[in-house]
């Protein structure tokens, strides 16, 4: 019933900006902390943004002062802003909840799903 649906990705030059969009579709009442990680070819996920429900963030050291994390609440969406692209940045990116409480569609009790997952979004950064 719940899915995190990421956008926004796609091929941009050394230098260039993107921004990757992450919504969650159910009948959510609250979204605890969610972030970005990215997982290039033959290398492990990694954490690239945090944010809190609050809106404290942390970030990786390899994209502190190029890449921005935000949320709008109201609209269960969390954004990843990227500007100064480097090759290196290349990766599929994932968004992810670590809890999303909802109302079911079956009976409109609250329900909760963990460490929860989008599909991934291609990033290329290629001159």
């Known amino acids: 019933q719940v899915q995190l649906v990421e956008s926004g990705g796609g091929l941009v030059q050394p230098g260039g900006s993107l921004r990757l969009s992450c919504a969650a579709s159910a009948n959510i009442f609250e979204i605890d902390n969610m972030g970005w990680y990215r997982q290039a070819p033959g290398k492990q996920r990694e954490l690239v943004a945090l944010i809190t429900s609050g809106g404290s963030t942390n970030y990786a050291d390899s994209v502190k002062g190029r890449f921005t994390i935000s949320r709008d609440n109201a609209k269960d969406t969390v954004y990843l802003q990227m500007n100064s692209l480097k090759p290196e940045d290349t990766a599929v990116y994932y968004c992810?909840?670590?809890?999303?409480?909802?109302?079911?569609?079956?009976?409109?009790?609250?329900?909760?799903?963990?460490?929860?997952w989008g599909q991934g979004t291609q990033v290329t950064v290629s001159s």
């Open positions: 992810n909840a670590d809890r999303i409480s909802y109302y079911s569609d079956y009976d409109a009790q609250p329900r909760y799903a963990y460490d929860y």
